[in-house]
């Protein structure tokens, strides 16, 4: 089993910056792909970066140039850097694991608020 911790989320001004962070602990595989997931009020859970292990990143087009994943494979610890944030980046953000054997996993979600 895989459990995941998200921290870091609050209230940020626009144009502001904001580190979420996400620990795993239990039978994880830093080869496994990890990422960010976000939801706003009204709207589907939708992608914004995911990482797998040798530095390979995928982002949504919304946070292109923005936001940074990055996996500190030690820690077992994916972040998430979010910088010049906008309104329409609030949301609640959830951590993603997935192993190609026992599925996906998700963490409890942490709420980013962006307003002025």
């Known amino acids: 089993q895989v459990q995941l911790v998200e921290s870091g989320g609050g209230l940020v001004q626009p144009g502001g910056s904001l580190r979420l962070s996400c620990a795993a602990s239990g039978s994880i595989v830093s080869s496994n792909a990890m990422g960010w997931y976000r939801q706003a009020p009204g709207k589907q859970r939708e992608l914004v970066a995911t990482?797998?292990?040798?530095?390979?990143?995928n982002y949504a087009d919304s946070v292109k140039g923005r936001f940074t994943i990055s996996r500190d494979n030690a820690k077992n610890t994916v972040y998430l850097q979010m910088n010049r944030v906008k309104p329409e980046d609030t949301a609640v953000y959830y951590c993603?694991?997935?192993?190609?054997?026992?599925?996906?996993?998700w963490g409890q979600g942490t709420q980013v608020t962006v307003s002025s």
């Open positions: 990482a797998i292990y040798g530095g390979i990143t």
């Open positions: 993603w694991y997935r192993s190609p054997y026992s599925g996906e996993y």
